[in-house]
């Protein structure tokens, strides 16, 4: 059975940090490509940050540039969010998601696997 889950939201200020973590379980963790999504209050799901198979390649939704960082540890079956100078826009339950092929995708229906998603919210 394959397990996504995310920890390490919580309610921060503006301009302040949150590092987010997906943990794997039940899947071949080296062979998928990971993705993190968020979903703000009201609004649809929306690409946020994606990183290959290998960590390699990295991309970002013009809105996380400069300012996320997705990283990945497959010897742990984790992927990370490092989230800097957050504003009040990146308030939204986040969710990592798992793609079996090498690079990823900014859809949301190219994704295999969701976790149940971490509430960040930043107050100002």
């Known amino acids: 059975q394959v397990q996504l889950v995310e920890s390490g939201g919580g309610l921060v200020q503006v301009g302040g940090s949150l590092r987010l973590s997906c943990a794997a379980s039940?899947?071949?963790?080296?062979?998928?490509?990971m993705g993190w999504f968020r979903r703000p209050p009201g609004k649809k799901r929306e690409f946020v940050a994606g990183i290959s198979w290998s960590g390699g390649t990295t991309y970002y939704a013009d809105s996380a540039k400069g300012r996320f960082t997705i990283s990945r540890d497959n010897a742990k079956k984790t992927v990370y969010l490092q989230m800097n100078s957050l504003k009040p826009l990146d308030t939204a339950v986040y969710y990592c998601?798992?793609?079996?092929?090498?690079?990823?995708?900014?859809?949301?229906?190219?994704?295999?696997?969701w976790g149940q998603g971490t509430q960040v919210t930043v107050s100002s």
């Open positions: 039940g899947l071949k963790f080296g062979n998928y490509a």
């Open positions: 998601a798992a793609r079996r092929a090498g690079f990823g995708s900014t859809l949301t229906n190219a994704y295999d696997y």
